[in-house]
């Protein structure tokens, strides 16, 4: 296969890996899913994992439809790798993409969570020897040889279990054999200083000669400085000092000697190049003997190796999603043919105290208190500004789209279908003909050829006048529901709709008042089959208690007076007594 052959790697990109990495190389990167290795050769971390994304589930990234279907794709994927235990983890973590068959996804959400409970039932001991495993790991670069210590490490933890397996099949004598030879000649065919003693004696001659060699007019001055009077005697001097400061003996030194120089400095010079070269070769050829000799040593050991290398890998792979599963007590969704249905879902982007709420579209069996219905289509949710409504589509963007990756995900339960493309489209408040173009070029195509798509659409009102947008909005549910797809559309225009056809329902998300510190108070769990109210009595009221002047305060009045008087005070006085 040709460097080209891979989507995003044109002309500059390949020739860019092929002067960096050679072409074996840079298809093994890309295959491995090593960004570091494209980023070393020059490639932006950015462009590498769309690329690798691409080269690892090209079909997988066709499921997100839209843009914002992507950003939070790239959210979830950014949030998962922050639990990585090594760069390489997270690397594999920021290229997973949506797979299209459903025994992968469950596959791996055997692995996952076998690797969830296998992280929750080590000790802070055994979690902080993991963690230091893969922290030396990362450090020495994740070369062969430290693999190979970190599967004996990971060894002495005593890990058993599933996730580790691979690590049951190993020999602690054969990997520490394997350690001692790979320490000894690198691939390409050098000998690490330690493995032999008459390699390093030559080279320290050959590095003292060599600093000698660098610095001959100081070499010149401190023999000139003995005191000699002729030049046999500066020749003389010459070899007594570079014996003495090498270690080379001094027959070696006499030998090495120029014997036609023009003066004192450039015999000290020729003198000490002549030399150096009888060193370098000297090294050289012991090199080459020792390597030789061990060469059979070093490929028995990355025979013995490989396994530890690809064990190491895979664990801290599924161990860093394990732990992304624990740290947000994600669980295994019901992978079904249709239908998306959350009970106690959350958000994994907010923080703090979050309220789960309990959703659902289409046809499933989750079930809960409140239940959500089974067997519509659509459901169009309204109600109460800052109620949670496009964080309740996000939350079902994040379930749907984990799931597609054999991921578990943030909810009680779940049942989610299968889906050809998740179309999500956040509200963008911008009204022009121009966005209203590029949204309807963005929603539709997927919805209108998909076999199996999700609509979730914020406030589709907010790029066309109201009147139009319901139009428009009742044209999407009739057709998501004549495509048999699933949506969920959230609008403040209920109301102004036409009649929805029998799959689709209306849902509403209320309310409630006002905090004693005057904060709008709502319930973010959707009543099924209600038309939600906005309720700007209570944003009105808090405008009211906050008025800066008099004058303001008649301002926000006379707006108490056009909603509601008698609703504003009543807001008001449930606050104070809320406080008292």
């Given amino acids: 296969?040709?460097?080209?052959?891979?989507?995003?790697?044109?002309?500059?990109?390949?020739?860019?890996?092929?002067?960096?990495?050679?072409v074996e190389q840079a298809i093994e990167a890309i295959e491995s899913a090593n960004i570091r290795a494209l980023a070393d050769a020059g490639i932006s971390r950015g462009r590498a994992v769309r690329i690798l994304r691409r080269a690892n589930g090209a079909a997988g990234i066709e499921t997100l439809g839209t843009r914002d279907a992507r950003d939070v794709y790239d959210d979830l994927l950014t949030?998962?790798?922050e639990h990585a235990l090594t760069e390489h983890a997270a690397d594999r973590i920021r290229v997973l993409t949506p797979l299209a068959d459903v025994d992968a996804r469950e596959a791996r959400l055997d692995r996952v969570l076998t690797a969830r409970d296998a992280w929750d039932d080590l000790t802070d001991d055994e979690r902080g020897a993991i963690r230091s495993a893969f922290d030396a790991y990362d450090d020495a670069g994740g070369t062969e040889r430290v693999a190979v210590e970190t599967a004996l490490t990971l060894r002495e933890v005593g890990l058993r279990g599933d996730t580790f397996e691979t690590l049951e099949d190993l020999d602690d004598e054969a990997l520490r054999t394997a350690v001692d030879a790979l320490g000894t000649v690198d691939e390409d065919g050098s000998v690490a200083p330690g493995t032999d003693a008459e390699l390093d004696r030559l080279r320290e001659r050959r590095d003292a000669?060599?600093?000698?060699?660098?610095?001959?007019?100081?070499?010149l001055e401190t023999v000139r400085e003995r005191g000699v009077r002729s030049f046999e005697e500066f020749r003389s001097g010459f070899v007594e000092y570079v014996a003495g400061e090498t270690?080379?003996?001094?027959?070696r030194v006499q030998a090495a000697v120029a014997d036609d120089a023009h003066d004192e400095a450039d015999f000290a010079s020729t003198s000490l190049r002549s030399l150096l070269a009888e060193l370098d070769a000297d090294v050289a050829e012991r090199e080459s003997a020792v390597a030789a000799e061990l060469r059979e040593d070093v490929a028995a050991a990355r025979e013995a190796d490989d396994v530890a290398v690809?064990?190491?890998?895979d664990i801290a792979f599924e161990l860093s999603l394990g732990r992304f599963a624990a740290a947000y007590d994600l669980t295994r969704p019901r992978l079904v043919d249709d239908g998306l249905a959350v009970a106690g879902a959350r958000n994994l982007t907010l923080s703090g105290d979050v309220q789960p709420v309990t959703y659902g579209v289409g046809t499933h069996d989750v079930g809960g208190d409140p239940s959500p219905p089974s067997g519509d289509r659509v459901a169009v949710l309204t109600g109460a500004n800052s109620g949670g409504k496009t964080t309740l589509l996000e939350t079902l963007a994040q379930v749907a789209l984990l799931a597609s990756m054999g991921l578990p995900v943030p909810a009680e339960r779940a049942d989610i279908g299968r889906f050809d493309t998740v179309v999500f489209h956040r509200r963008h408040a911008s009204f022009n003909a121009g966005v209203l173009e590029s949204t309807l070029k963005s929603i539709v195509p997927p919805l209108s050829t998909g076999e199996r798509t999700l609509m979730l659409v914020d406030e589709f009102e907010a790029i066309t006048e109201p009147g139009r947008a319901a139009d428009l909005l009742n044209g999407l549910v009739d057709l998501t529901v004549d495509r048999d797809a699933l949506g969920v559309y959230v609008t403040h225009l209920a109301e102004d709709l036409s009649p929805l056809p029998p799959a689709a329902r209306i849902d509403g998300i209320f309310a409630e008042g006002l905090t004693e510190d005057l904060a709008l108070r709502v319930d973010y769990q959707p009543r099924f089959g209600?038309?939600?109210?906005?309720?700007?009595?209570?944003?009105v009221s808090r405008?009211?208690?906050n008025a800066r002047d008099r004058a303001e305060r008649r301002g926000f009045e006379a707006l108490a007076f056009a909603v509601g008087e008698e609703a504003v005070?009543?807001?008001?006085?449930?606050?104070?007594?809320?406080g008292e």
């Fill in 1 to 22: 296969m040709r460097l080209e052959d891979y989507w995003g790697v044109g002309p500059k990109t390949s020739e860019r890996l092929r002067e960096a990495l050679g």
């Fill in 79 to 81: 949030l998962a790798s």
């Fill in 209 to 219: 000669v060599a600093d000698l060699e660098a610095n001959a007019l100081d070499v």
């Fill in 247 to 251: 270690a080379v003996r001094r027959g």
């Fill in 310 to 313: 690809d064990a190491v890998s």
């Fill in 530 to 539: 209600t038309v939600g109210k906005s309720t700007p009595e209570f944003i």
């Fill in 543 to 545: 405008l009211v208690a």
């Fill in 569 to 578: 005070q009543r807001t008001l006085s449930d606050a104070e007594w809320a």
